[in-house]
């Protein structure tokens, strides 16, 4: 297997299926995990220098964190209801315990911070949902945690692309920083697929060609995106969600288009 990718495994200690770190990464900033929690099920972590955004994939939980506790969030059962979901943010230096209502998919998205906001409820509300591109490059896009959202380093979006067609697309870059142009932004992509047998393609290249991999990617997948550009196709037949996590040294998301490609779509939108 790539090691661009990583799949999901069976539930160890507190419901842990798939983690990334800096460390297994071999980069500065993003951290990613995916719990799975059976009802009465719980698990419990301090944010020590990172913050945390904790993502209700499915499923119902009750969210506590040091000053405050939020229960029984959560609405939809499946990424592909529809709907958005429930999040908690939680600052550095704090801790957070989540309790399972029901069967529950969790992620937990990581990045480094001081500590100087205070945990608060991302209701579906509260996210923004847009759709992008046209035609067979249309997707739907829920802004969780945006660059209009306060956060210090963490930017956490969810993307739903009907079977057929393509997202990240035309492929886009974030890795140079080199503000305005462009920032640095390290990213992963957690990839469910509809209905779970299927598969999703991805391709993550660079303008030298010392990386360009295409990828077929299963649910419940991670794909690491270092750098260079990285579109994603769903096959005919299978719709795609992925929850993207970006970080990097400043908080703004200013990509590049691929030059041989951004003709396709002249709105700089991915």
């Known amino acids: 297997m790539s090691k661009l990718m990583e ?35 719980s698990l419990a972590a301090l944010t020590e220098h990172n913050e945390v955004c904790l993502v209700l994939l499915s499923g119902r939980a009750t969210v506590a964190t040091e000053q405050v506790t939020f229960a029984d969030i959560g609405e939809r059962m499946s990424v592909f209801d529809g709907i958005p979901p429930y999040s908690v943010y939680v600052p550095a230096g704090d801790r957070y315990e989540v309790q399972a209502l029901t069967e529950l998919e969790l992620a ?97 290249y660079n303008d030298s060609g010392t990386l360009d991999e295409t990828l077929a990617v299963y649910d419940r997948s991670v794909v690491l995106v270092p750098e260079g550009y990285h579109p994603v196709s769903a096959p005919p037949g299978y719709d795609s969600y992925y929850l993207n996590v970006m970080a990097g040294p400043v908080r703004t998301w200013v990509f590049r288009n691929d030059p041989q490609h951004e003709w396709l779509f002249p709105a700089r939108k991915s």
């Open 7 to 41: 799949r999901a495994g069976a539930p160890g200690e507190q419901g842990l299926v798939l983690s990334v770190t800096p460390e297994t990464a071999g980069w500065k900033y993003v951290g990613f995990k995916v719990h799975q929690l059976q009802a009465g099920e």
């Open 108 to 204: 937990v998205c990581l990045a480094p911070a001081k500590g100087q906001l205070e945990a608060r409820l991302i209701t579906p509300s509260d996210t923004g949902t847009e759709e992008r591109g046209s035609g067979s490059m249309s997707r739907r896009v829920v802004n969780i945690l945006p660059e209009q959202s306060e956060a210090e380093s963490l930017l956490v979006v969810e993307v739903h692309t009907r079977g057929g067609n393509w997202s990240s697309y035309p492929p886009h870059k974030h890795d140079q920083d080199n503000l305005p142009e462009e920032s640095y932004l390290e990213e992963t992509y957690y990839h469910r697929v509809n209905p779970p047998q299927g598969f999703v393609i991805q391709r993550v």
